[in-house]
């Protein structure tokens, strides 16, 4: 009952956060031993500290803290203070590993590792193919400006068969007003 009326409010528009620390909320782990592996939350222990399960990625139920964990948009429903066989029964039953999969926080993850275990060479050809592909968008950029340019749909040119803007005042010269005053020289 709680939990439903706590649902009813945090789904109201205009409510920013909806990840909360709460049992059966997705987590993965930010630091550790085990930093990478998707887990759940079985109990809040306080605010700082809660107990985690990860049966499907090989983590066991141990304490954990909150700052060390990543909050996903998953949750999965089942009772409290659950036996990790219940929690592996409901993480397999939801499919949490192949949702998580179609987010971007696992590209976001394969593109780092891939990074991070690059050679010097894979670097150097990683340099030459960035090169490679800016010359490319650059030859594509300038014909383009080129045919815009032509075209005159840039720098306020008129396009042909339209009305011509109308002219830019220039700065007239100031005439100048009064004769001079000759100043005799002294001798």
Known sequence: MVSEVFDFFCARPGFPYKRFVETGRV?????G??????????NVIDQNRVLIDGP????PRQQYPVNHLHLTKFRVRFPYTAKTRTIRLALEKSTIKE????????????AKYKRFHMTDFDRFKLRLAR???NR?????????KKTVINNGMLFGKPVKGTKPLPKRRTKQPKKKEGKKKKVAAKK
Request: proline content about 0%.
């Open 131 to 133: 090169t490679e592909r």
């Open 27 to 31: 987590a993965k782990c930010a630091v």
């Open 99 to 110: 949702k998580f999969d179609e987010t971007i926080w696992k590209e976001r993850a394969v």
């Open 33 to 42: 031993k085990y930093k990478g592996r998707l887990v759940c939350i079985v």
């Open 136 to 144: 490319v968008v650059t030859t594509q950029y300038k014909k383009l």
């Open 56 to 59: 499907t990625s090989g983590v």
